[in-house]
């Protein structure tokens, strides 16, 4: 019964280089969900996806951050030309289709980027 | 905009006392309010959750929270802390349930 799949779980990049990050939702989710935990802080809502749609994105940072969830495969978190700022921890969430009001979301155990 | 404080970075507590954990937020409306657990190497999990009705709250494990708005706050509590209770706890506030913003967590430790 395999989780929210996130990887890689240690990401480094240099400054101006590209970041993938990727999701696989748990078995029979369709949504999914991307949040950011900058240093000494708490997570913070990015994007909402569902397969092939982004519904929420009013939390990404407006240049830059880019996210995705094709019909095949897993959601994608593209951070273009990092900076150091980008340095946190991301985690990746996902819900079922039929998501009823205030049904938990399933997280994954998070990628921590670190940009030199 | 939305934001959560959790008073205490880090709390010592003896197994078998009470356990309390605050949290204080700032939302213009009736929040949507949560508390995750985060166990060493694992994800966030679903403690408890709140959006309307009783301001007590039961969840799993053992835990409960109390929603105060004239307080804006939603202290989690447990009458007796297990070891395995040990963990990062992290209280969020949202519009809805998913555009969440999480406090930046309170560590707890068990003592035998």
């Known amino acids: 019964n395999a989780g929210v799949m996130q990887n890689p779980r240690h990401l480094v990049r240099r400054r101006g280089q590209e970041a993938r990050l990727r999701c696989s939702p748990m078995?029979?989710?369709?949504?999914v969900y991307w949040y950011r935990q900058l240093p000494e802080e708490g997570l913070k809502f990015m994007v909402y996806l569902q397969k092939e749609n982004i519904i929420d994105e009013s939390g990404m940072p407006k240049e830059r951050f880019s996210a995705e969830f094709p019909k095949e495969g897993p959601s994608i978190l593209r951070i273009q030309q990092v900076v150091r700022g980008d340095s946190a921890a991301y985690f990746c969430?996902?819900?079922?289709?039929?998501?009823?009001?205030?049904?938990?979301?399933?997280f994954g155990n998070g990628t921590r980027l670190t940009v030199t | 905009a939305q934001s959560v404080t959790q008073p205490d970075i880090h709390i010592t507590v003896s197994e078998g006392a009470s356990l309390e954990l605050r949290c204080n937020y700032s939302y213009g409306a009736t929040p949507y309010l949560f508390w995750y657990v985060q166990s060493p190497g694992q994800g966030l999990q679903l403690l408890l959750k709140y959006f309307s009705g009783d301001t007590l709250v039961q969840g799993i494990k053992g835990f409960e929270a109390e929603f105060k708005r004239s307080q804006s706050s939603f202290n989690l509590r447990k009458p007796s802390v297990h070891w395995s209770d040990a963990a990062e706890y992290f209280c969020?506030?949202?519009?809805?349930?998913?555009?969440?913003?999480f406090g930046a967590g309170t560590t707890v430790t068990v003592r035998a």
């Open positions: 969430a996902s819900s079922p289709p039929m998501k009823q009001v205030g049904s938990p979301l399933h």
């Open positions: 969020a506030v949202g519009a809805n349930d998913y555009k969440l913003s």
């Open positions: 078995k029979g989710h369709s949504h």
